[in-house]
C-alpha cells in the first residue's frame, strides 16, 4: 500500500523506514541542567503561553488529509485514533522502550485496514528533559517513522522549560508542531514527516464524531496550571475563557449526537501516583468551564504519570473515565503510596483498576453507526497485549456501559473458585489516599 499524503503534500512516513534505533544519534546529557543555577531559581515558576496563530486557535483534520480519506470515515460513521504521552526516551535504555509502543502503534496502522486509527493525539513530554531540538530525531521522528499518519500534540512540562535565560519556551514544539506551513523540519534527520501546522500551544481538533480540546498545562513538575487561579499564577486566564468557549460552541452538536466532546490535557487532574499527582487547581478550572458551558465531557486524557490510570467521575448525572496514560516510553513511574487496591471510591471518583506500571498507549474510538452512539477507550501494550483494559461510554446517555480489564477478570474468577470450595478471598488492607492532590 503506498504511503499517505496529506493536503499539500504533507507526508507522515518513510517509503521504507529503517530498523529500530539501538542507540541515540545524539548522546542525551540534558538531565545535568537540573544543576544549574537558572533552573534551581526558576523551577517553581510557570512561563508565558505563547499567543495561538489563529484566535480562536482551532482546526479540523481535513486541514490535514485529503477529503476522500475523511469522506470514508464520514461514510463508515465510525473513527478510531490513538493516544499516549511521555513518548520522550531520554536514556540509554530508552530507544527499545519507546520503539516498542511506536512499532505497536504502526502495526495498528499498518494492519487495521479502512477501520485503522486516523491520527496520533500526543498528551506531551515529546522530548526530555528540556524540549531541546537536537534530541526530536532520537525522540520523535526515528521512532514514529513509520507512523503513517498525522501526529498532534500539546505540549507537556518538559517541552516547555528551561535550563537557562537564553532559552525561549516552547521553541522546538512550536517548529515542529504549531509551524506556519507544512514542509520537513531539519530536526528530522533526513526523515520526511511534515512538520504540523497546529494553530497553537492550546487548541481544538475538530474531526469527524469527535472533538478534542487539548491545554497547555505549562512547566512546572506539578501542579498543572491552565488559569492564574485567582491570582496565584502569572498566566493569563485566557485559556481557561478559551475551554469554556469551546465547550459552549460544541454543545448544540454534542446534543444533537453529532460529536464525543473530549479534554486532553499533559498534567492529570486525577491520579494516583506519588510522585506526578492528580492537580486540585486544575481540576477545580475544568470543573468550572464545563459549569459554565453547561457541557460535560465525555472522556479526560492525560499523561504525565508515567503509566495507566482509569478513573470514573460521577456528576451531574454524567459518567465520565478520567485516563492517564503517560505510558508512552519515558522510564516507569516510581512505586505508589497509600493507594487502595481498586475498585476504590473517594467522593464522585471511583479509581477502577490498580494502576498498570507498563508501557502501553490508548485506541480510542466514536461509533455512531449503530442505534447507540458509544465512545471506547482500550489500553494497549506490548507485553501485555492488545485490549487490555477497556470501558465504553454510551454518548446518549453519557453512562458507563462496559468496562473491565483483563486481571480484574482474572480476578474475579479466581474469587469465584475459591468461594466454590469454601475459602474466603481476603481483600488486601485498605489505607488513606488523596483524590486529588497538589503535588
Known amino acids: 500500500m503506498p504511503n499517505l499524503i496529506g493536503k499539500n503534500g504533507r507526508l507522515f512516513s518513510d517509503p521504507q523506514p529503517g530498523a529500530d534505533e539501538v542507540s541515540f ?13 537558572y533552573y534551581k531559581q526558576h523551577q517553581d515558576q510557570v512561563l508565558p ?3 495561538p496563530r489563529a484566535k480562536p486557535p482551532r482546526m479540523n483534520l481535513s486541514d490535514v488529509l485529503d477529503d476522500p480519506f475523511v469522506q470514508a470515515i464520514q461514510a463508515a460513521k ?4 490513538h493516544s499516549v504521552g511521555d513518548t520522550g526516551a531520554a536514556k540509554s535504555s530508552g530507544p527499545a522502550t519507546e520503539a516498542s509502543v511506536a512499532d505497536m502503534m504502526s502495526a495498528d496502522i499498518r494492519d487495521g485496514g479502512s477501520g485503522a486509527p486516523a491520527f496520533f493525539f500526543h498528551l ?6 528540556f524540549g531541546e531540538s537536537q534530541y526530536y530525531y532520537d525522540q520523535f521522528y526515528e521512532p514514529y517513522r513509520a507512523y503513517d499518519r498525522p501526529i498532534f500534540a500539546i505540549p507537556g512540562n518538559h517541552d516547555g522549560v528551561l535550563h537557562d535565560a537564553k532559552g525561549q519556551t516552547l521553541q522546538a514544539f512550536l517548529q515542529n508542531f504549531c509551524a506556519d506551513q507544512p514542509g520537513r ?10 512538520v504540523m501546522t497546529e494553530p497553537g500551544v492550546y487548541f481544538t481538533l475538530d474531526a469527524p464524531f469527535v472533538s478534542i480540546i487539548g491545554l ?13 487561579q485567582g491570582g496565584r499564577y502569572p498566566v493569563s486566564d485566557e485559556q481557561i475563557r478559551f475551554l469554556q468557549d469551546e465547550l459552549t460552541r460544541l454543545k448544540p452538536m454534542r446534543e444533537s449526537g453529532q460529536c464525543a466532546v473530549i479534554v486532553a490535557t499533559h498534567h492529570p487532574p486525577l491520579s494516583a501516583d506519588a510522585k506526578h499527582g492528580g492537580t486540585e487547581g486544575l481540576f477545580q478550572d475544568i470543573d468550572k468551564a464545563c459549569q459554565a458551558a453547561g457541557l460535560w465531557p465525555d472522556a479526560v486524557l492525560s499523561g504525565h504519570a508515567h503509566l495507566y490510570q482509569r478513573f470514573t467521575r460521577r456528576t451531574a448525572g454524567h459518567e465520565i473515565p478520567y485516563v492517564v496514560s503517560g505510558s508512552g516510553g519515558f522510564s516507569a513511574t516510581p512505586p505508589m503510596v497509600n493507594v487502595p487496591p481498586a475498585p476504590y471510591t473517594q467522593g464522585d471518583v471511583t479509581m477502577e483498576i490498580d494502576p498498570v506500571i507498563q508501557f502501553g498507549y490508548l485506541t480510542l474510538t466514536v461509533d ?25 461510554v454510551d454518548l446518549t446517555k453519557s453512562r ?13 474468577k479466581a474469587a469465584a473458585k475459591s468461594a466454590s470450595k469454601g475459602k474466603t478471598v481476603r481483600p488486601k488492607a485498605k489505607s488513606k489516599t488523596a483524590r486529588k492532590s497538589r503535588n
Open 216 to 228: 497547555y498545562t505549562n512547566v512546572l513538575e506539578g501542579p498543572g496550571v491552565i488559569s492564574s
Open 49 to 51: 503561553i505563547p499567543s
Open 400 to 412: 458507563i456501559v462496559k468496562s473491565g480489564s483483563r486481571v480484574a477478570s482474572a480476578a474475579k
Open 185 to 194: 523540519s531539519p530536526n528530522a534527520g533526513g526523515l520526511v514527516r511534515s
Open 124 to 129: 506531551g513530554d515529546i522530548v526530555y528533559y
Open 25 to 37: 544519534k545524539v548522546d542525551n546529557t540534558s538531565d545535568s541542567y537540573y544543576n544549574s543555577p
Open 368 to 392: 455512531v453507526s449503530g442505534n447507540n452512539k458509544l465512545l471506547t477507550i482500550a489500553f494497549n501494550s506490548p507485553k501485555l497485549g492488545a485490549n487490555y483494559d477497556r470501558v465504553t
Open 78 to 81: 465510525k473513527i478510531s485514533f
